[in-house]
């Protein structure tokens, strides 16, 4: 990155590696006192406490370190820091000026913390002047910040093996290389193409590489040869997009996360999550377990256990943890009673979101049947199937909405007993009288997380035949879907939702599910300052964002990927471990309605190698293990169907779909 700041005219320029950064400030000519302020203690929440720094007088290097609280989620962790300077192509000799500040205070001749008093302030660091350039030169100052989880001895440690020489030009150019390795793995044709376009496609693609964060070599907790992954709380968000679209272009990084969640698992004794907290894990299963073609040949490579995945699983799903909270589920409540009642007050959690982690364990339990099934364990596969169908378990067939004529049946809290209670269809949407919010607290008894009862009554993307039929058959299900957008309870800014565009598939009319997730696109993303309408979470939102893009939606813990038409002439997947590239070419591409409405954008037809295909609507994901070619026939007629055959809809657990 490169800016020059506007207050003072200093150019700033910052590269990095895994574990390190480098700096380069350059002053303005004639400046006479170049100073730095390191500021060691904000996070951006003031949360800071246990402060630490001492700094050199003879070379400015400062160490130090903090307590800090999470970002999301509960308890708190320690960083540490270790800051060296460098003039850039000249000696930069030893600090004019030096101190601690606090606030807005430097105290100068001061080394350590422990000179001031720091416990009344929320902010402080190091304070520092440089000589300048000798001769009138130019005034750069290379700074080198390395960073540790485990103590500030290690952050200098880390500093000096990855950036040992303060090579700006080296470091970036090894990053910017990288970068490209990874990004062009996925390539598009841009003819005809809005560059608006390929930006948002491209920055989404970066922002899935940014979290979970890769800090292997800093578990703070236990020592593990084993890969260590930051960032894990949005696995409720993350497992519906994110490792899928990493599992087409970057398995090995998928399988690294993936290990380092089993290595949690082993030593803390549940999943990482809160909830929908195996999926993540089932989806490496169902790429990599004995049964895909692939696994066993790059099993040495990927490293990945599928025993040891397998184990976790089971655990999480019939083991009930002190703090369900925060790992694992309400397994004792969930086998009694195949649904999580209302009024069951248990000591391990909050009782909350009754309804939608119904529908979430379903969900959970679907993947391990799916799991199974791979590693031929047929008790465990039918077991978990019949209980992916506890879904249905709080449908409630009576319920209507204000202003949705027809639309009858509703995901609703149930007690104990059976009965059900209810809430309003409308709670925690833009339409909810109350303006509830449904998010994290003890005292709501709504039954439901972040969506409202509309959004989360169309959850069940494993058997959305059932939903289907729960809602009385294909036209019912179309409206429904249709009122759904037309009066705003889709929502944009959460994943809750993210699948509804595209569930038009199930009903045979995949040019609907076009043009909602074309219209999708248009309304809530760009390249602009508000152009993402919620919080990205770990890169759910950019995945969710380039699979539309690219023409796809993926159904997590299966093998199939919904099909639309790419917004490009072709994309292609490149896989570094299979070794393939996949390529999906639009025969007659006439680009991209700008409102996302009509257009030359509806999937007519495809061809898989030169042969027809079984269905207009998904692609198994052997198509991609085999590096095959895809070719779509676009027509303007949104009217386009699945195809002909038994195997055209998308398949649903009720149906044998996953038989």
Not at 88 to 109: A, H, M, S
Not at 175 to 194: I, K, S, Y
Not at 353 to 371: G, M, P, Y
């Amino acid at each position: 990155m490169t800016k020059t700041l506007q207050t003072n005219s200093v150019r700033v320029e910052l590269t990095a590696t895994r574990r390190t950064a480098l700096h380069r400030y350059t002053f303005p000519s004639g400046t006479t006192n170049p100073r730095l302020m390191l500021d060691l203690t904000n996070d951006g929440q003031h949360s800071s406490t246990e402060p630490a720094m001492a700094l050199d007088p003879e070379t400015g290097k400062l160490e130090g370190g903090a307590s800090f609280a999470a970002s999301f989620g509960s308890g708190r962790y320690k960083a540490f820091t270790c800051v060296t300077f460098k003039g850039d192509r000249y000696d930069l000799g030893k600090p004019t000026e030096y101190g601690i500040w606090q606030g807005n205070f430097p105290v100068r001749g001061t080394t350590n913390i422990d000179q001031v008093y720091y416990g009344f302030v929320s902010e402080m660091g190091g304070l520092l002047t440089f000589p300048p350039a000798p001769n009138g030169g130019k005034t750069a100052i290379l700074v080198r910040v390395g960073v540790s989880f485990i103590s500030s001895s290690q952050a200098c440690a880390n500093a000096e093996e990855e950036i040992p020489n303060f090579d700006f030009e080296g470091v970036h150019k090894a990053a910017r290389a990288q970068w490209n390795d990874l990004l062009g793995r996925v390539q598009v044709d841009t003819a005809g193409v809005e560059k608006a376009t390929v930006e948002l496609f491209y920055s989404s693609l970066y922002r899935t590489h940014i979290v979970p964060a890769d800090y292997t070599g800093e578990n703070p907790k236990w020592n593990s040869t084993e890969p260590y992954y930051d960032s894990l709380y949005c696995n409720w968000d993350t497992y519906r997009t994110l490792y899928p679209l990493l599992s087409l272009h970057d398995p090995l990084t998928f399988s690294r996360v993936v290990r380092g969640m089993v290595d949690i698992q082993k030593n803390e004794g549940t999943l990482a999550g809160y909830e929908c907290e195996g999926i993540n894990l089932i989806m490496m299963l169902n790429r990599m377990a004995a049964g895909v073609p692939w696994f066993h040949d790059h099993a040495a490579a990927l490293n990945v256990s599928a025993d040891d995945l397998y184990t976790g699983l089971l655990r999480d799903a019939e083991d009930e943890p002190p703090n369900w909270n925060l790992q694992g589920r309400q397994a004792t409540a969930w086998k009694q009673f195949n649904y999580i009642p209302q009024d069951m007050f248990a000591p391990g959690g909050a009782n909350t979101k009754q309804a939608s982690r119904t529908l979430e364990h379903a969900f959970n339990d679907f993947s391990i049947s799916q799991v199974s099934k791979i590693l031929g364990r047929s008790e465990d596969a039918q077991k978990y199937s019949q209980r992916a169908g506890n879904f249905a378990n709080v449908w409630n067939p009576n319920i209507t909405v204000p202003g949705g004529p027809g639309v009858m049946g509703m995901v609703q809290p149930r007690f104990a007993n059976g009965t059900f209670n209810f809430t309003d269809p409308r709670h925690c949407s833009i339409h909810d009288p109350e303006k509830a919010t449904c998010f994290l607290n003890a005292a709501r008894r709504d039954g439901f997380y972040e969506a409202s009862p509309i959004v989360y009554s169309q959850y069940a993307p494993h058997d959305t035949a059932k939903l289907m039929e729960l809602q009385g058959g294909q036209e019912k299900f179309i409206s429904r879907l249709d009122f759904i957008f037309d009066q705003d309870y889709f929502d944009s800014t959460n994943e809750p939702s993210q699948q509804m565009p595209f569930m038009y598939h199930y009903a045979n009319r995949p040019g609907l599910s076009t043009q909602r997730s074309r219209q999708t696109i248009a309304q809530f993303f760009n390249t602009s300052i508000n152009g993402l309408p919620g919080n990205d979470d770990s890169g759910a939102m950019a995945s969710y964002v380039a699979f539309y893009l690219a023409g796809l939606y993926p159904l997590p813990a299966t093998r199939q990927l919904l099909l639309s038409s790419p917004y490009f002439r072709q994309i292609s997947f490149f896989n570094p471990v299979l070794k393939t590239t996949t390529r999906i070419v639009t025969k007659n591409f006439d680009g991209n309605p700008p409102n996302g409405i009509g257009g030359r954008v509806f999937v007519q037809s495809i061809e898989v190698d030169g042969k027809p295909y079984k269905s207009n609507c998904f692609l198994d994901w052997d198509v991609f293990t085999a590096g095959s070619l895809v070719e779509l026939t676009l027509t303007n007629n949104i009217g386009v169907t699945c195809g002909n055959g038994t195997n055209a809809l998308p398949p649903s657990l009720s149906t044998g779909g996953y038989d």
